[in-house]
């Protein structure tokens, strides 16, 4: 069975970090290449950074130079570190293969005060 878990987000600052954490199963992780999504509230689902199966990786222009995405394919893993957060980055976060898209996780909110 297929399986996206999120987790890492929480409230934090104008200008702090967080590391978002999404587990992978029920498919070839590794082989797969993976993305983190964002969704404001009242707003559509955005892409926010993708990690290629050979560790390339691009990034939407909002948030490139302050988000870093990485995977560990041993522990089916990927991650965003968050720094330099903005309130505009709040949203929940969620990851998923772009190479074959997956039902979607539960996400993990990410709320950045002023």
């Known amino acids: 069975q297929v399986q996206l878990v999120e987790s890492g987000g929480g409230l934090v600052q104008a200008g702090g970090s967080l590391r978002l954490s999404c587990a992978a199963s029920g498919f070839p992780f590794s082989v797969n290449n993976m993305g983190w999504y964002r969704q404001a509230p009242g707003k559509q689902r955005q892409w926010v950074a993708t990690i290629s199966a050979d560790g390339s990786t691009n990034y939407a222009t909002s948030v490139k130079g302050r988000f870093t995405i990485t995977r560990d394919n041993a522990k089916r893993t990927v991650y965003l570190q968050m720094n330099s957060l903005e309130p505009e980055d709040t949203a929940v976060y969620y990851c998923?293969?772009?190479?074959?898209?997956?039902?979607w996780g539960q996400g993990t909110q990410v709320t950045v005060s002023s």
């Open positions: 998923n293969s772009i190479s074959a898209p997956r039902s």
